[in-house]
């Protein structure tokens, strides 16, 4: 029989028992160790992603279930099976992202639309999705994986960095429309990560400014930073874990900056 002292060591150890949490891009780099991270602390985590095989991966790995949806794609967002898997979510993470690396005057408008439909659109869906039962159950938590980007700006990225400014104000008019109801949202808001996303923006980056790839972290990517090195995944997954839990009930509204120093300049 469980006595209380094992009951109280089991509720620390998974302070989200009970939850039921949908994260974007959760197959890969940042969604991945927040998947993770959510199931470690109890919750039944849905994965949301365009690959198929990597979010049924993932989610037999932390016992949650998939979907596969493509979205960049917004009307994938009212699909049935998406609906259905939004249906009682505690937690929302907006996680999925693209990125494009190009002067503006070279920019096409085509991948600018896309960029902002995935990482802004959506977002905006899936909380005008989830909102109306986080609301009747007076508990919910939106998350949404910013950037540093959604404060500062960098350039060759004017897509990404206008959609992340949008993000920030998106999470900020949820937190004023959502706090009576006990719906929290916030921001976090890293430097560069160590993900495929970050990798695959080296040899774009080395093109533009014309240096060799072995020197962009170091001259372009970490130049703003006080602590010279990339940020790890399961680091933002920590950050986004307790944000999700009651002790952050009191936290809305708000950007946290996880960018080795940054955004302090």
Known sequence: MTNETERTDLSAAQPLAGRRALVTGGASGIGLAVVHALAARGAHVVVADMDQAGAETV???VGGSSR?????????VTD???TEALDGVDILVNNAGIQHVSPIQDFNPEDFRRILTLMLEVPFLLVRAALPKMYAQGFGRIINVS????LRASPFKSAYVTAKHGLEGLSKVTALEGGEY???SNCVNPGY???????????DQAR???IPESEVLAKIMLTESAIKRL???KEVASLVAWLASDDASMVTGASYTMDGGWSAR
Do not use: F
């Open 59 to 61: 989610a037999e790995e």
């Open 68 to 76: 596969a949806v493509d979205l960049l794609d917004p009307s994938a």
């Open 80 to 82: 049935d099976r998406l």
């Open 147 to 150: 950037s540093v980007h959604g």
């Open 182 to 184: 006990g719906v929290t």
């Open 193 to 203: 990560v160590r993900t495929p996303l970050v990798e695959k923006q080296i040899a």
């Open 208 to 210: 533009l400014h014309g």
């Open 231 to 233: 940020v790890e995944p």
